[in-house]
Nanobody, 116 residues
Framework: QVQLVESGGGLVQPGGSLRLSCAASGFAFITYAMNWYRQAPGKERELVATITSALGFTVYADSVKGRFTISRDNAKNTVYLQMNSLKPEDTAVYYC?????????WGQGTQVTVSS
């Protein structure tokens, strides 16, 4: 059974940090690229960060570049999103996605709220 389980969301003040985790099971994690997406109320889902399967190359949305870092631990079948210097506009539900060719899996999402 394929599972992607996100954790680490919560309420944080502007300028603060959070680290999201996404634990994968039920598929060959090391062979999949991993993404973090987010969706704010009333907005479309946005691709935030990507890390490739083999060499671990990373790509970021302009809105988070320099503040967010995606990483993966293939031994633990887990992908992370370290979020620093958080802004109110980062408030959203954050989802992880695994993709390989036409196959994709999604997690259930974790809420991140940035507010004073």
């Amino acid at each position: 059974q394929v599972q992607l389980v996100e954790s680490g969301g919560g309420l944080v003040q502007p300028g603060g940090s959070l680290r999201l985790s996404c634990a994968a099971s039920g598929f060959a994690f090391i062979t999949y690229a991993m993404n973090w997406y987010r969706q704010a109320p009333g907005k479309e889902r946005e691709l935030v960060a990507t890390i490739t399967s083999a060499l671990g190359f990373t790509v970021y949305a302009d809105s988070v570049k320099g503040r967010f870092t995606i990483s993966r631990d293939n031994a633990k079948n887990t992908v992370y999103l370290q979020m620093n210097s958080l802004k109110p506009e980062d408030t959203a539900v954050y989802y992880c996605r695994a993709v390989r060719g036409s196959t994709e899996y999604w997690g259930q999402g974790t809420q991140v709220t940035v507010s004073s």
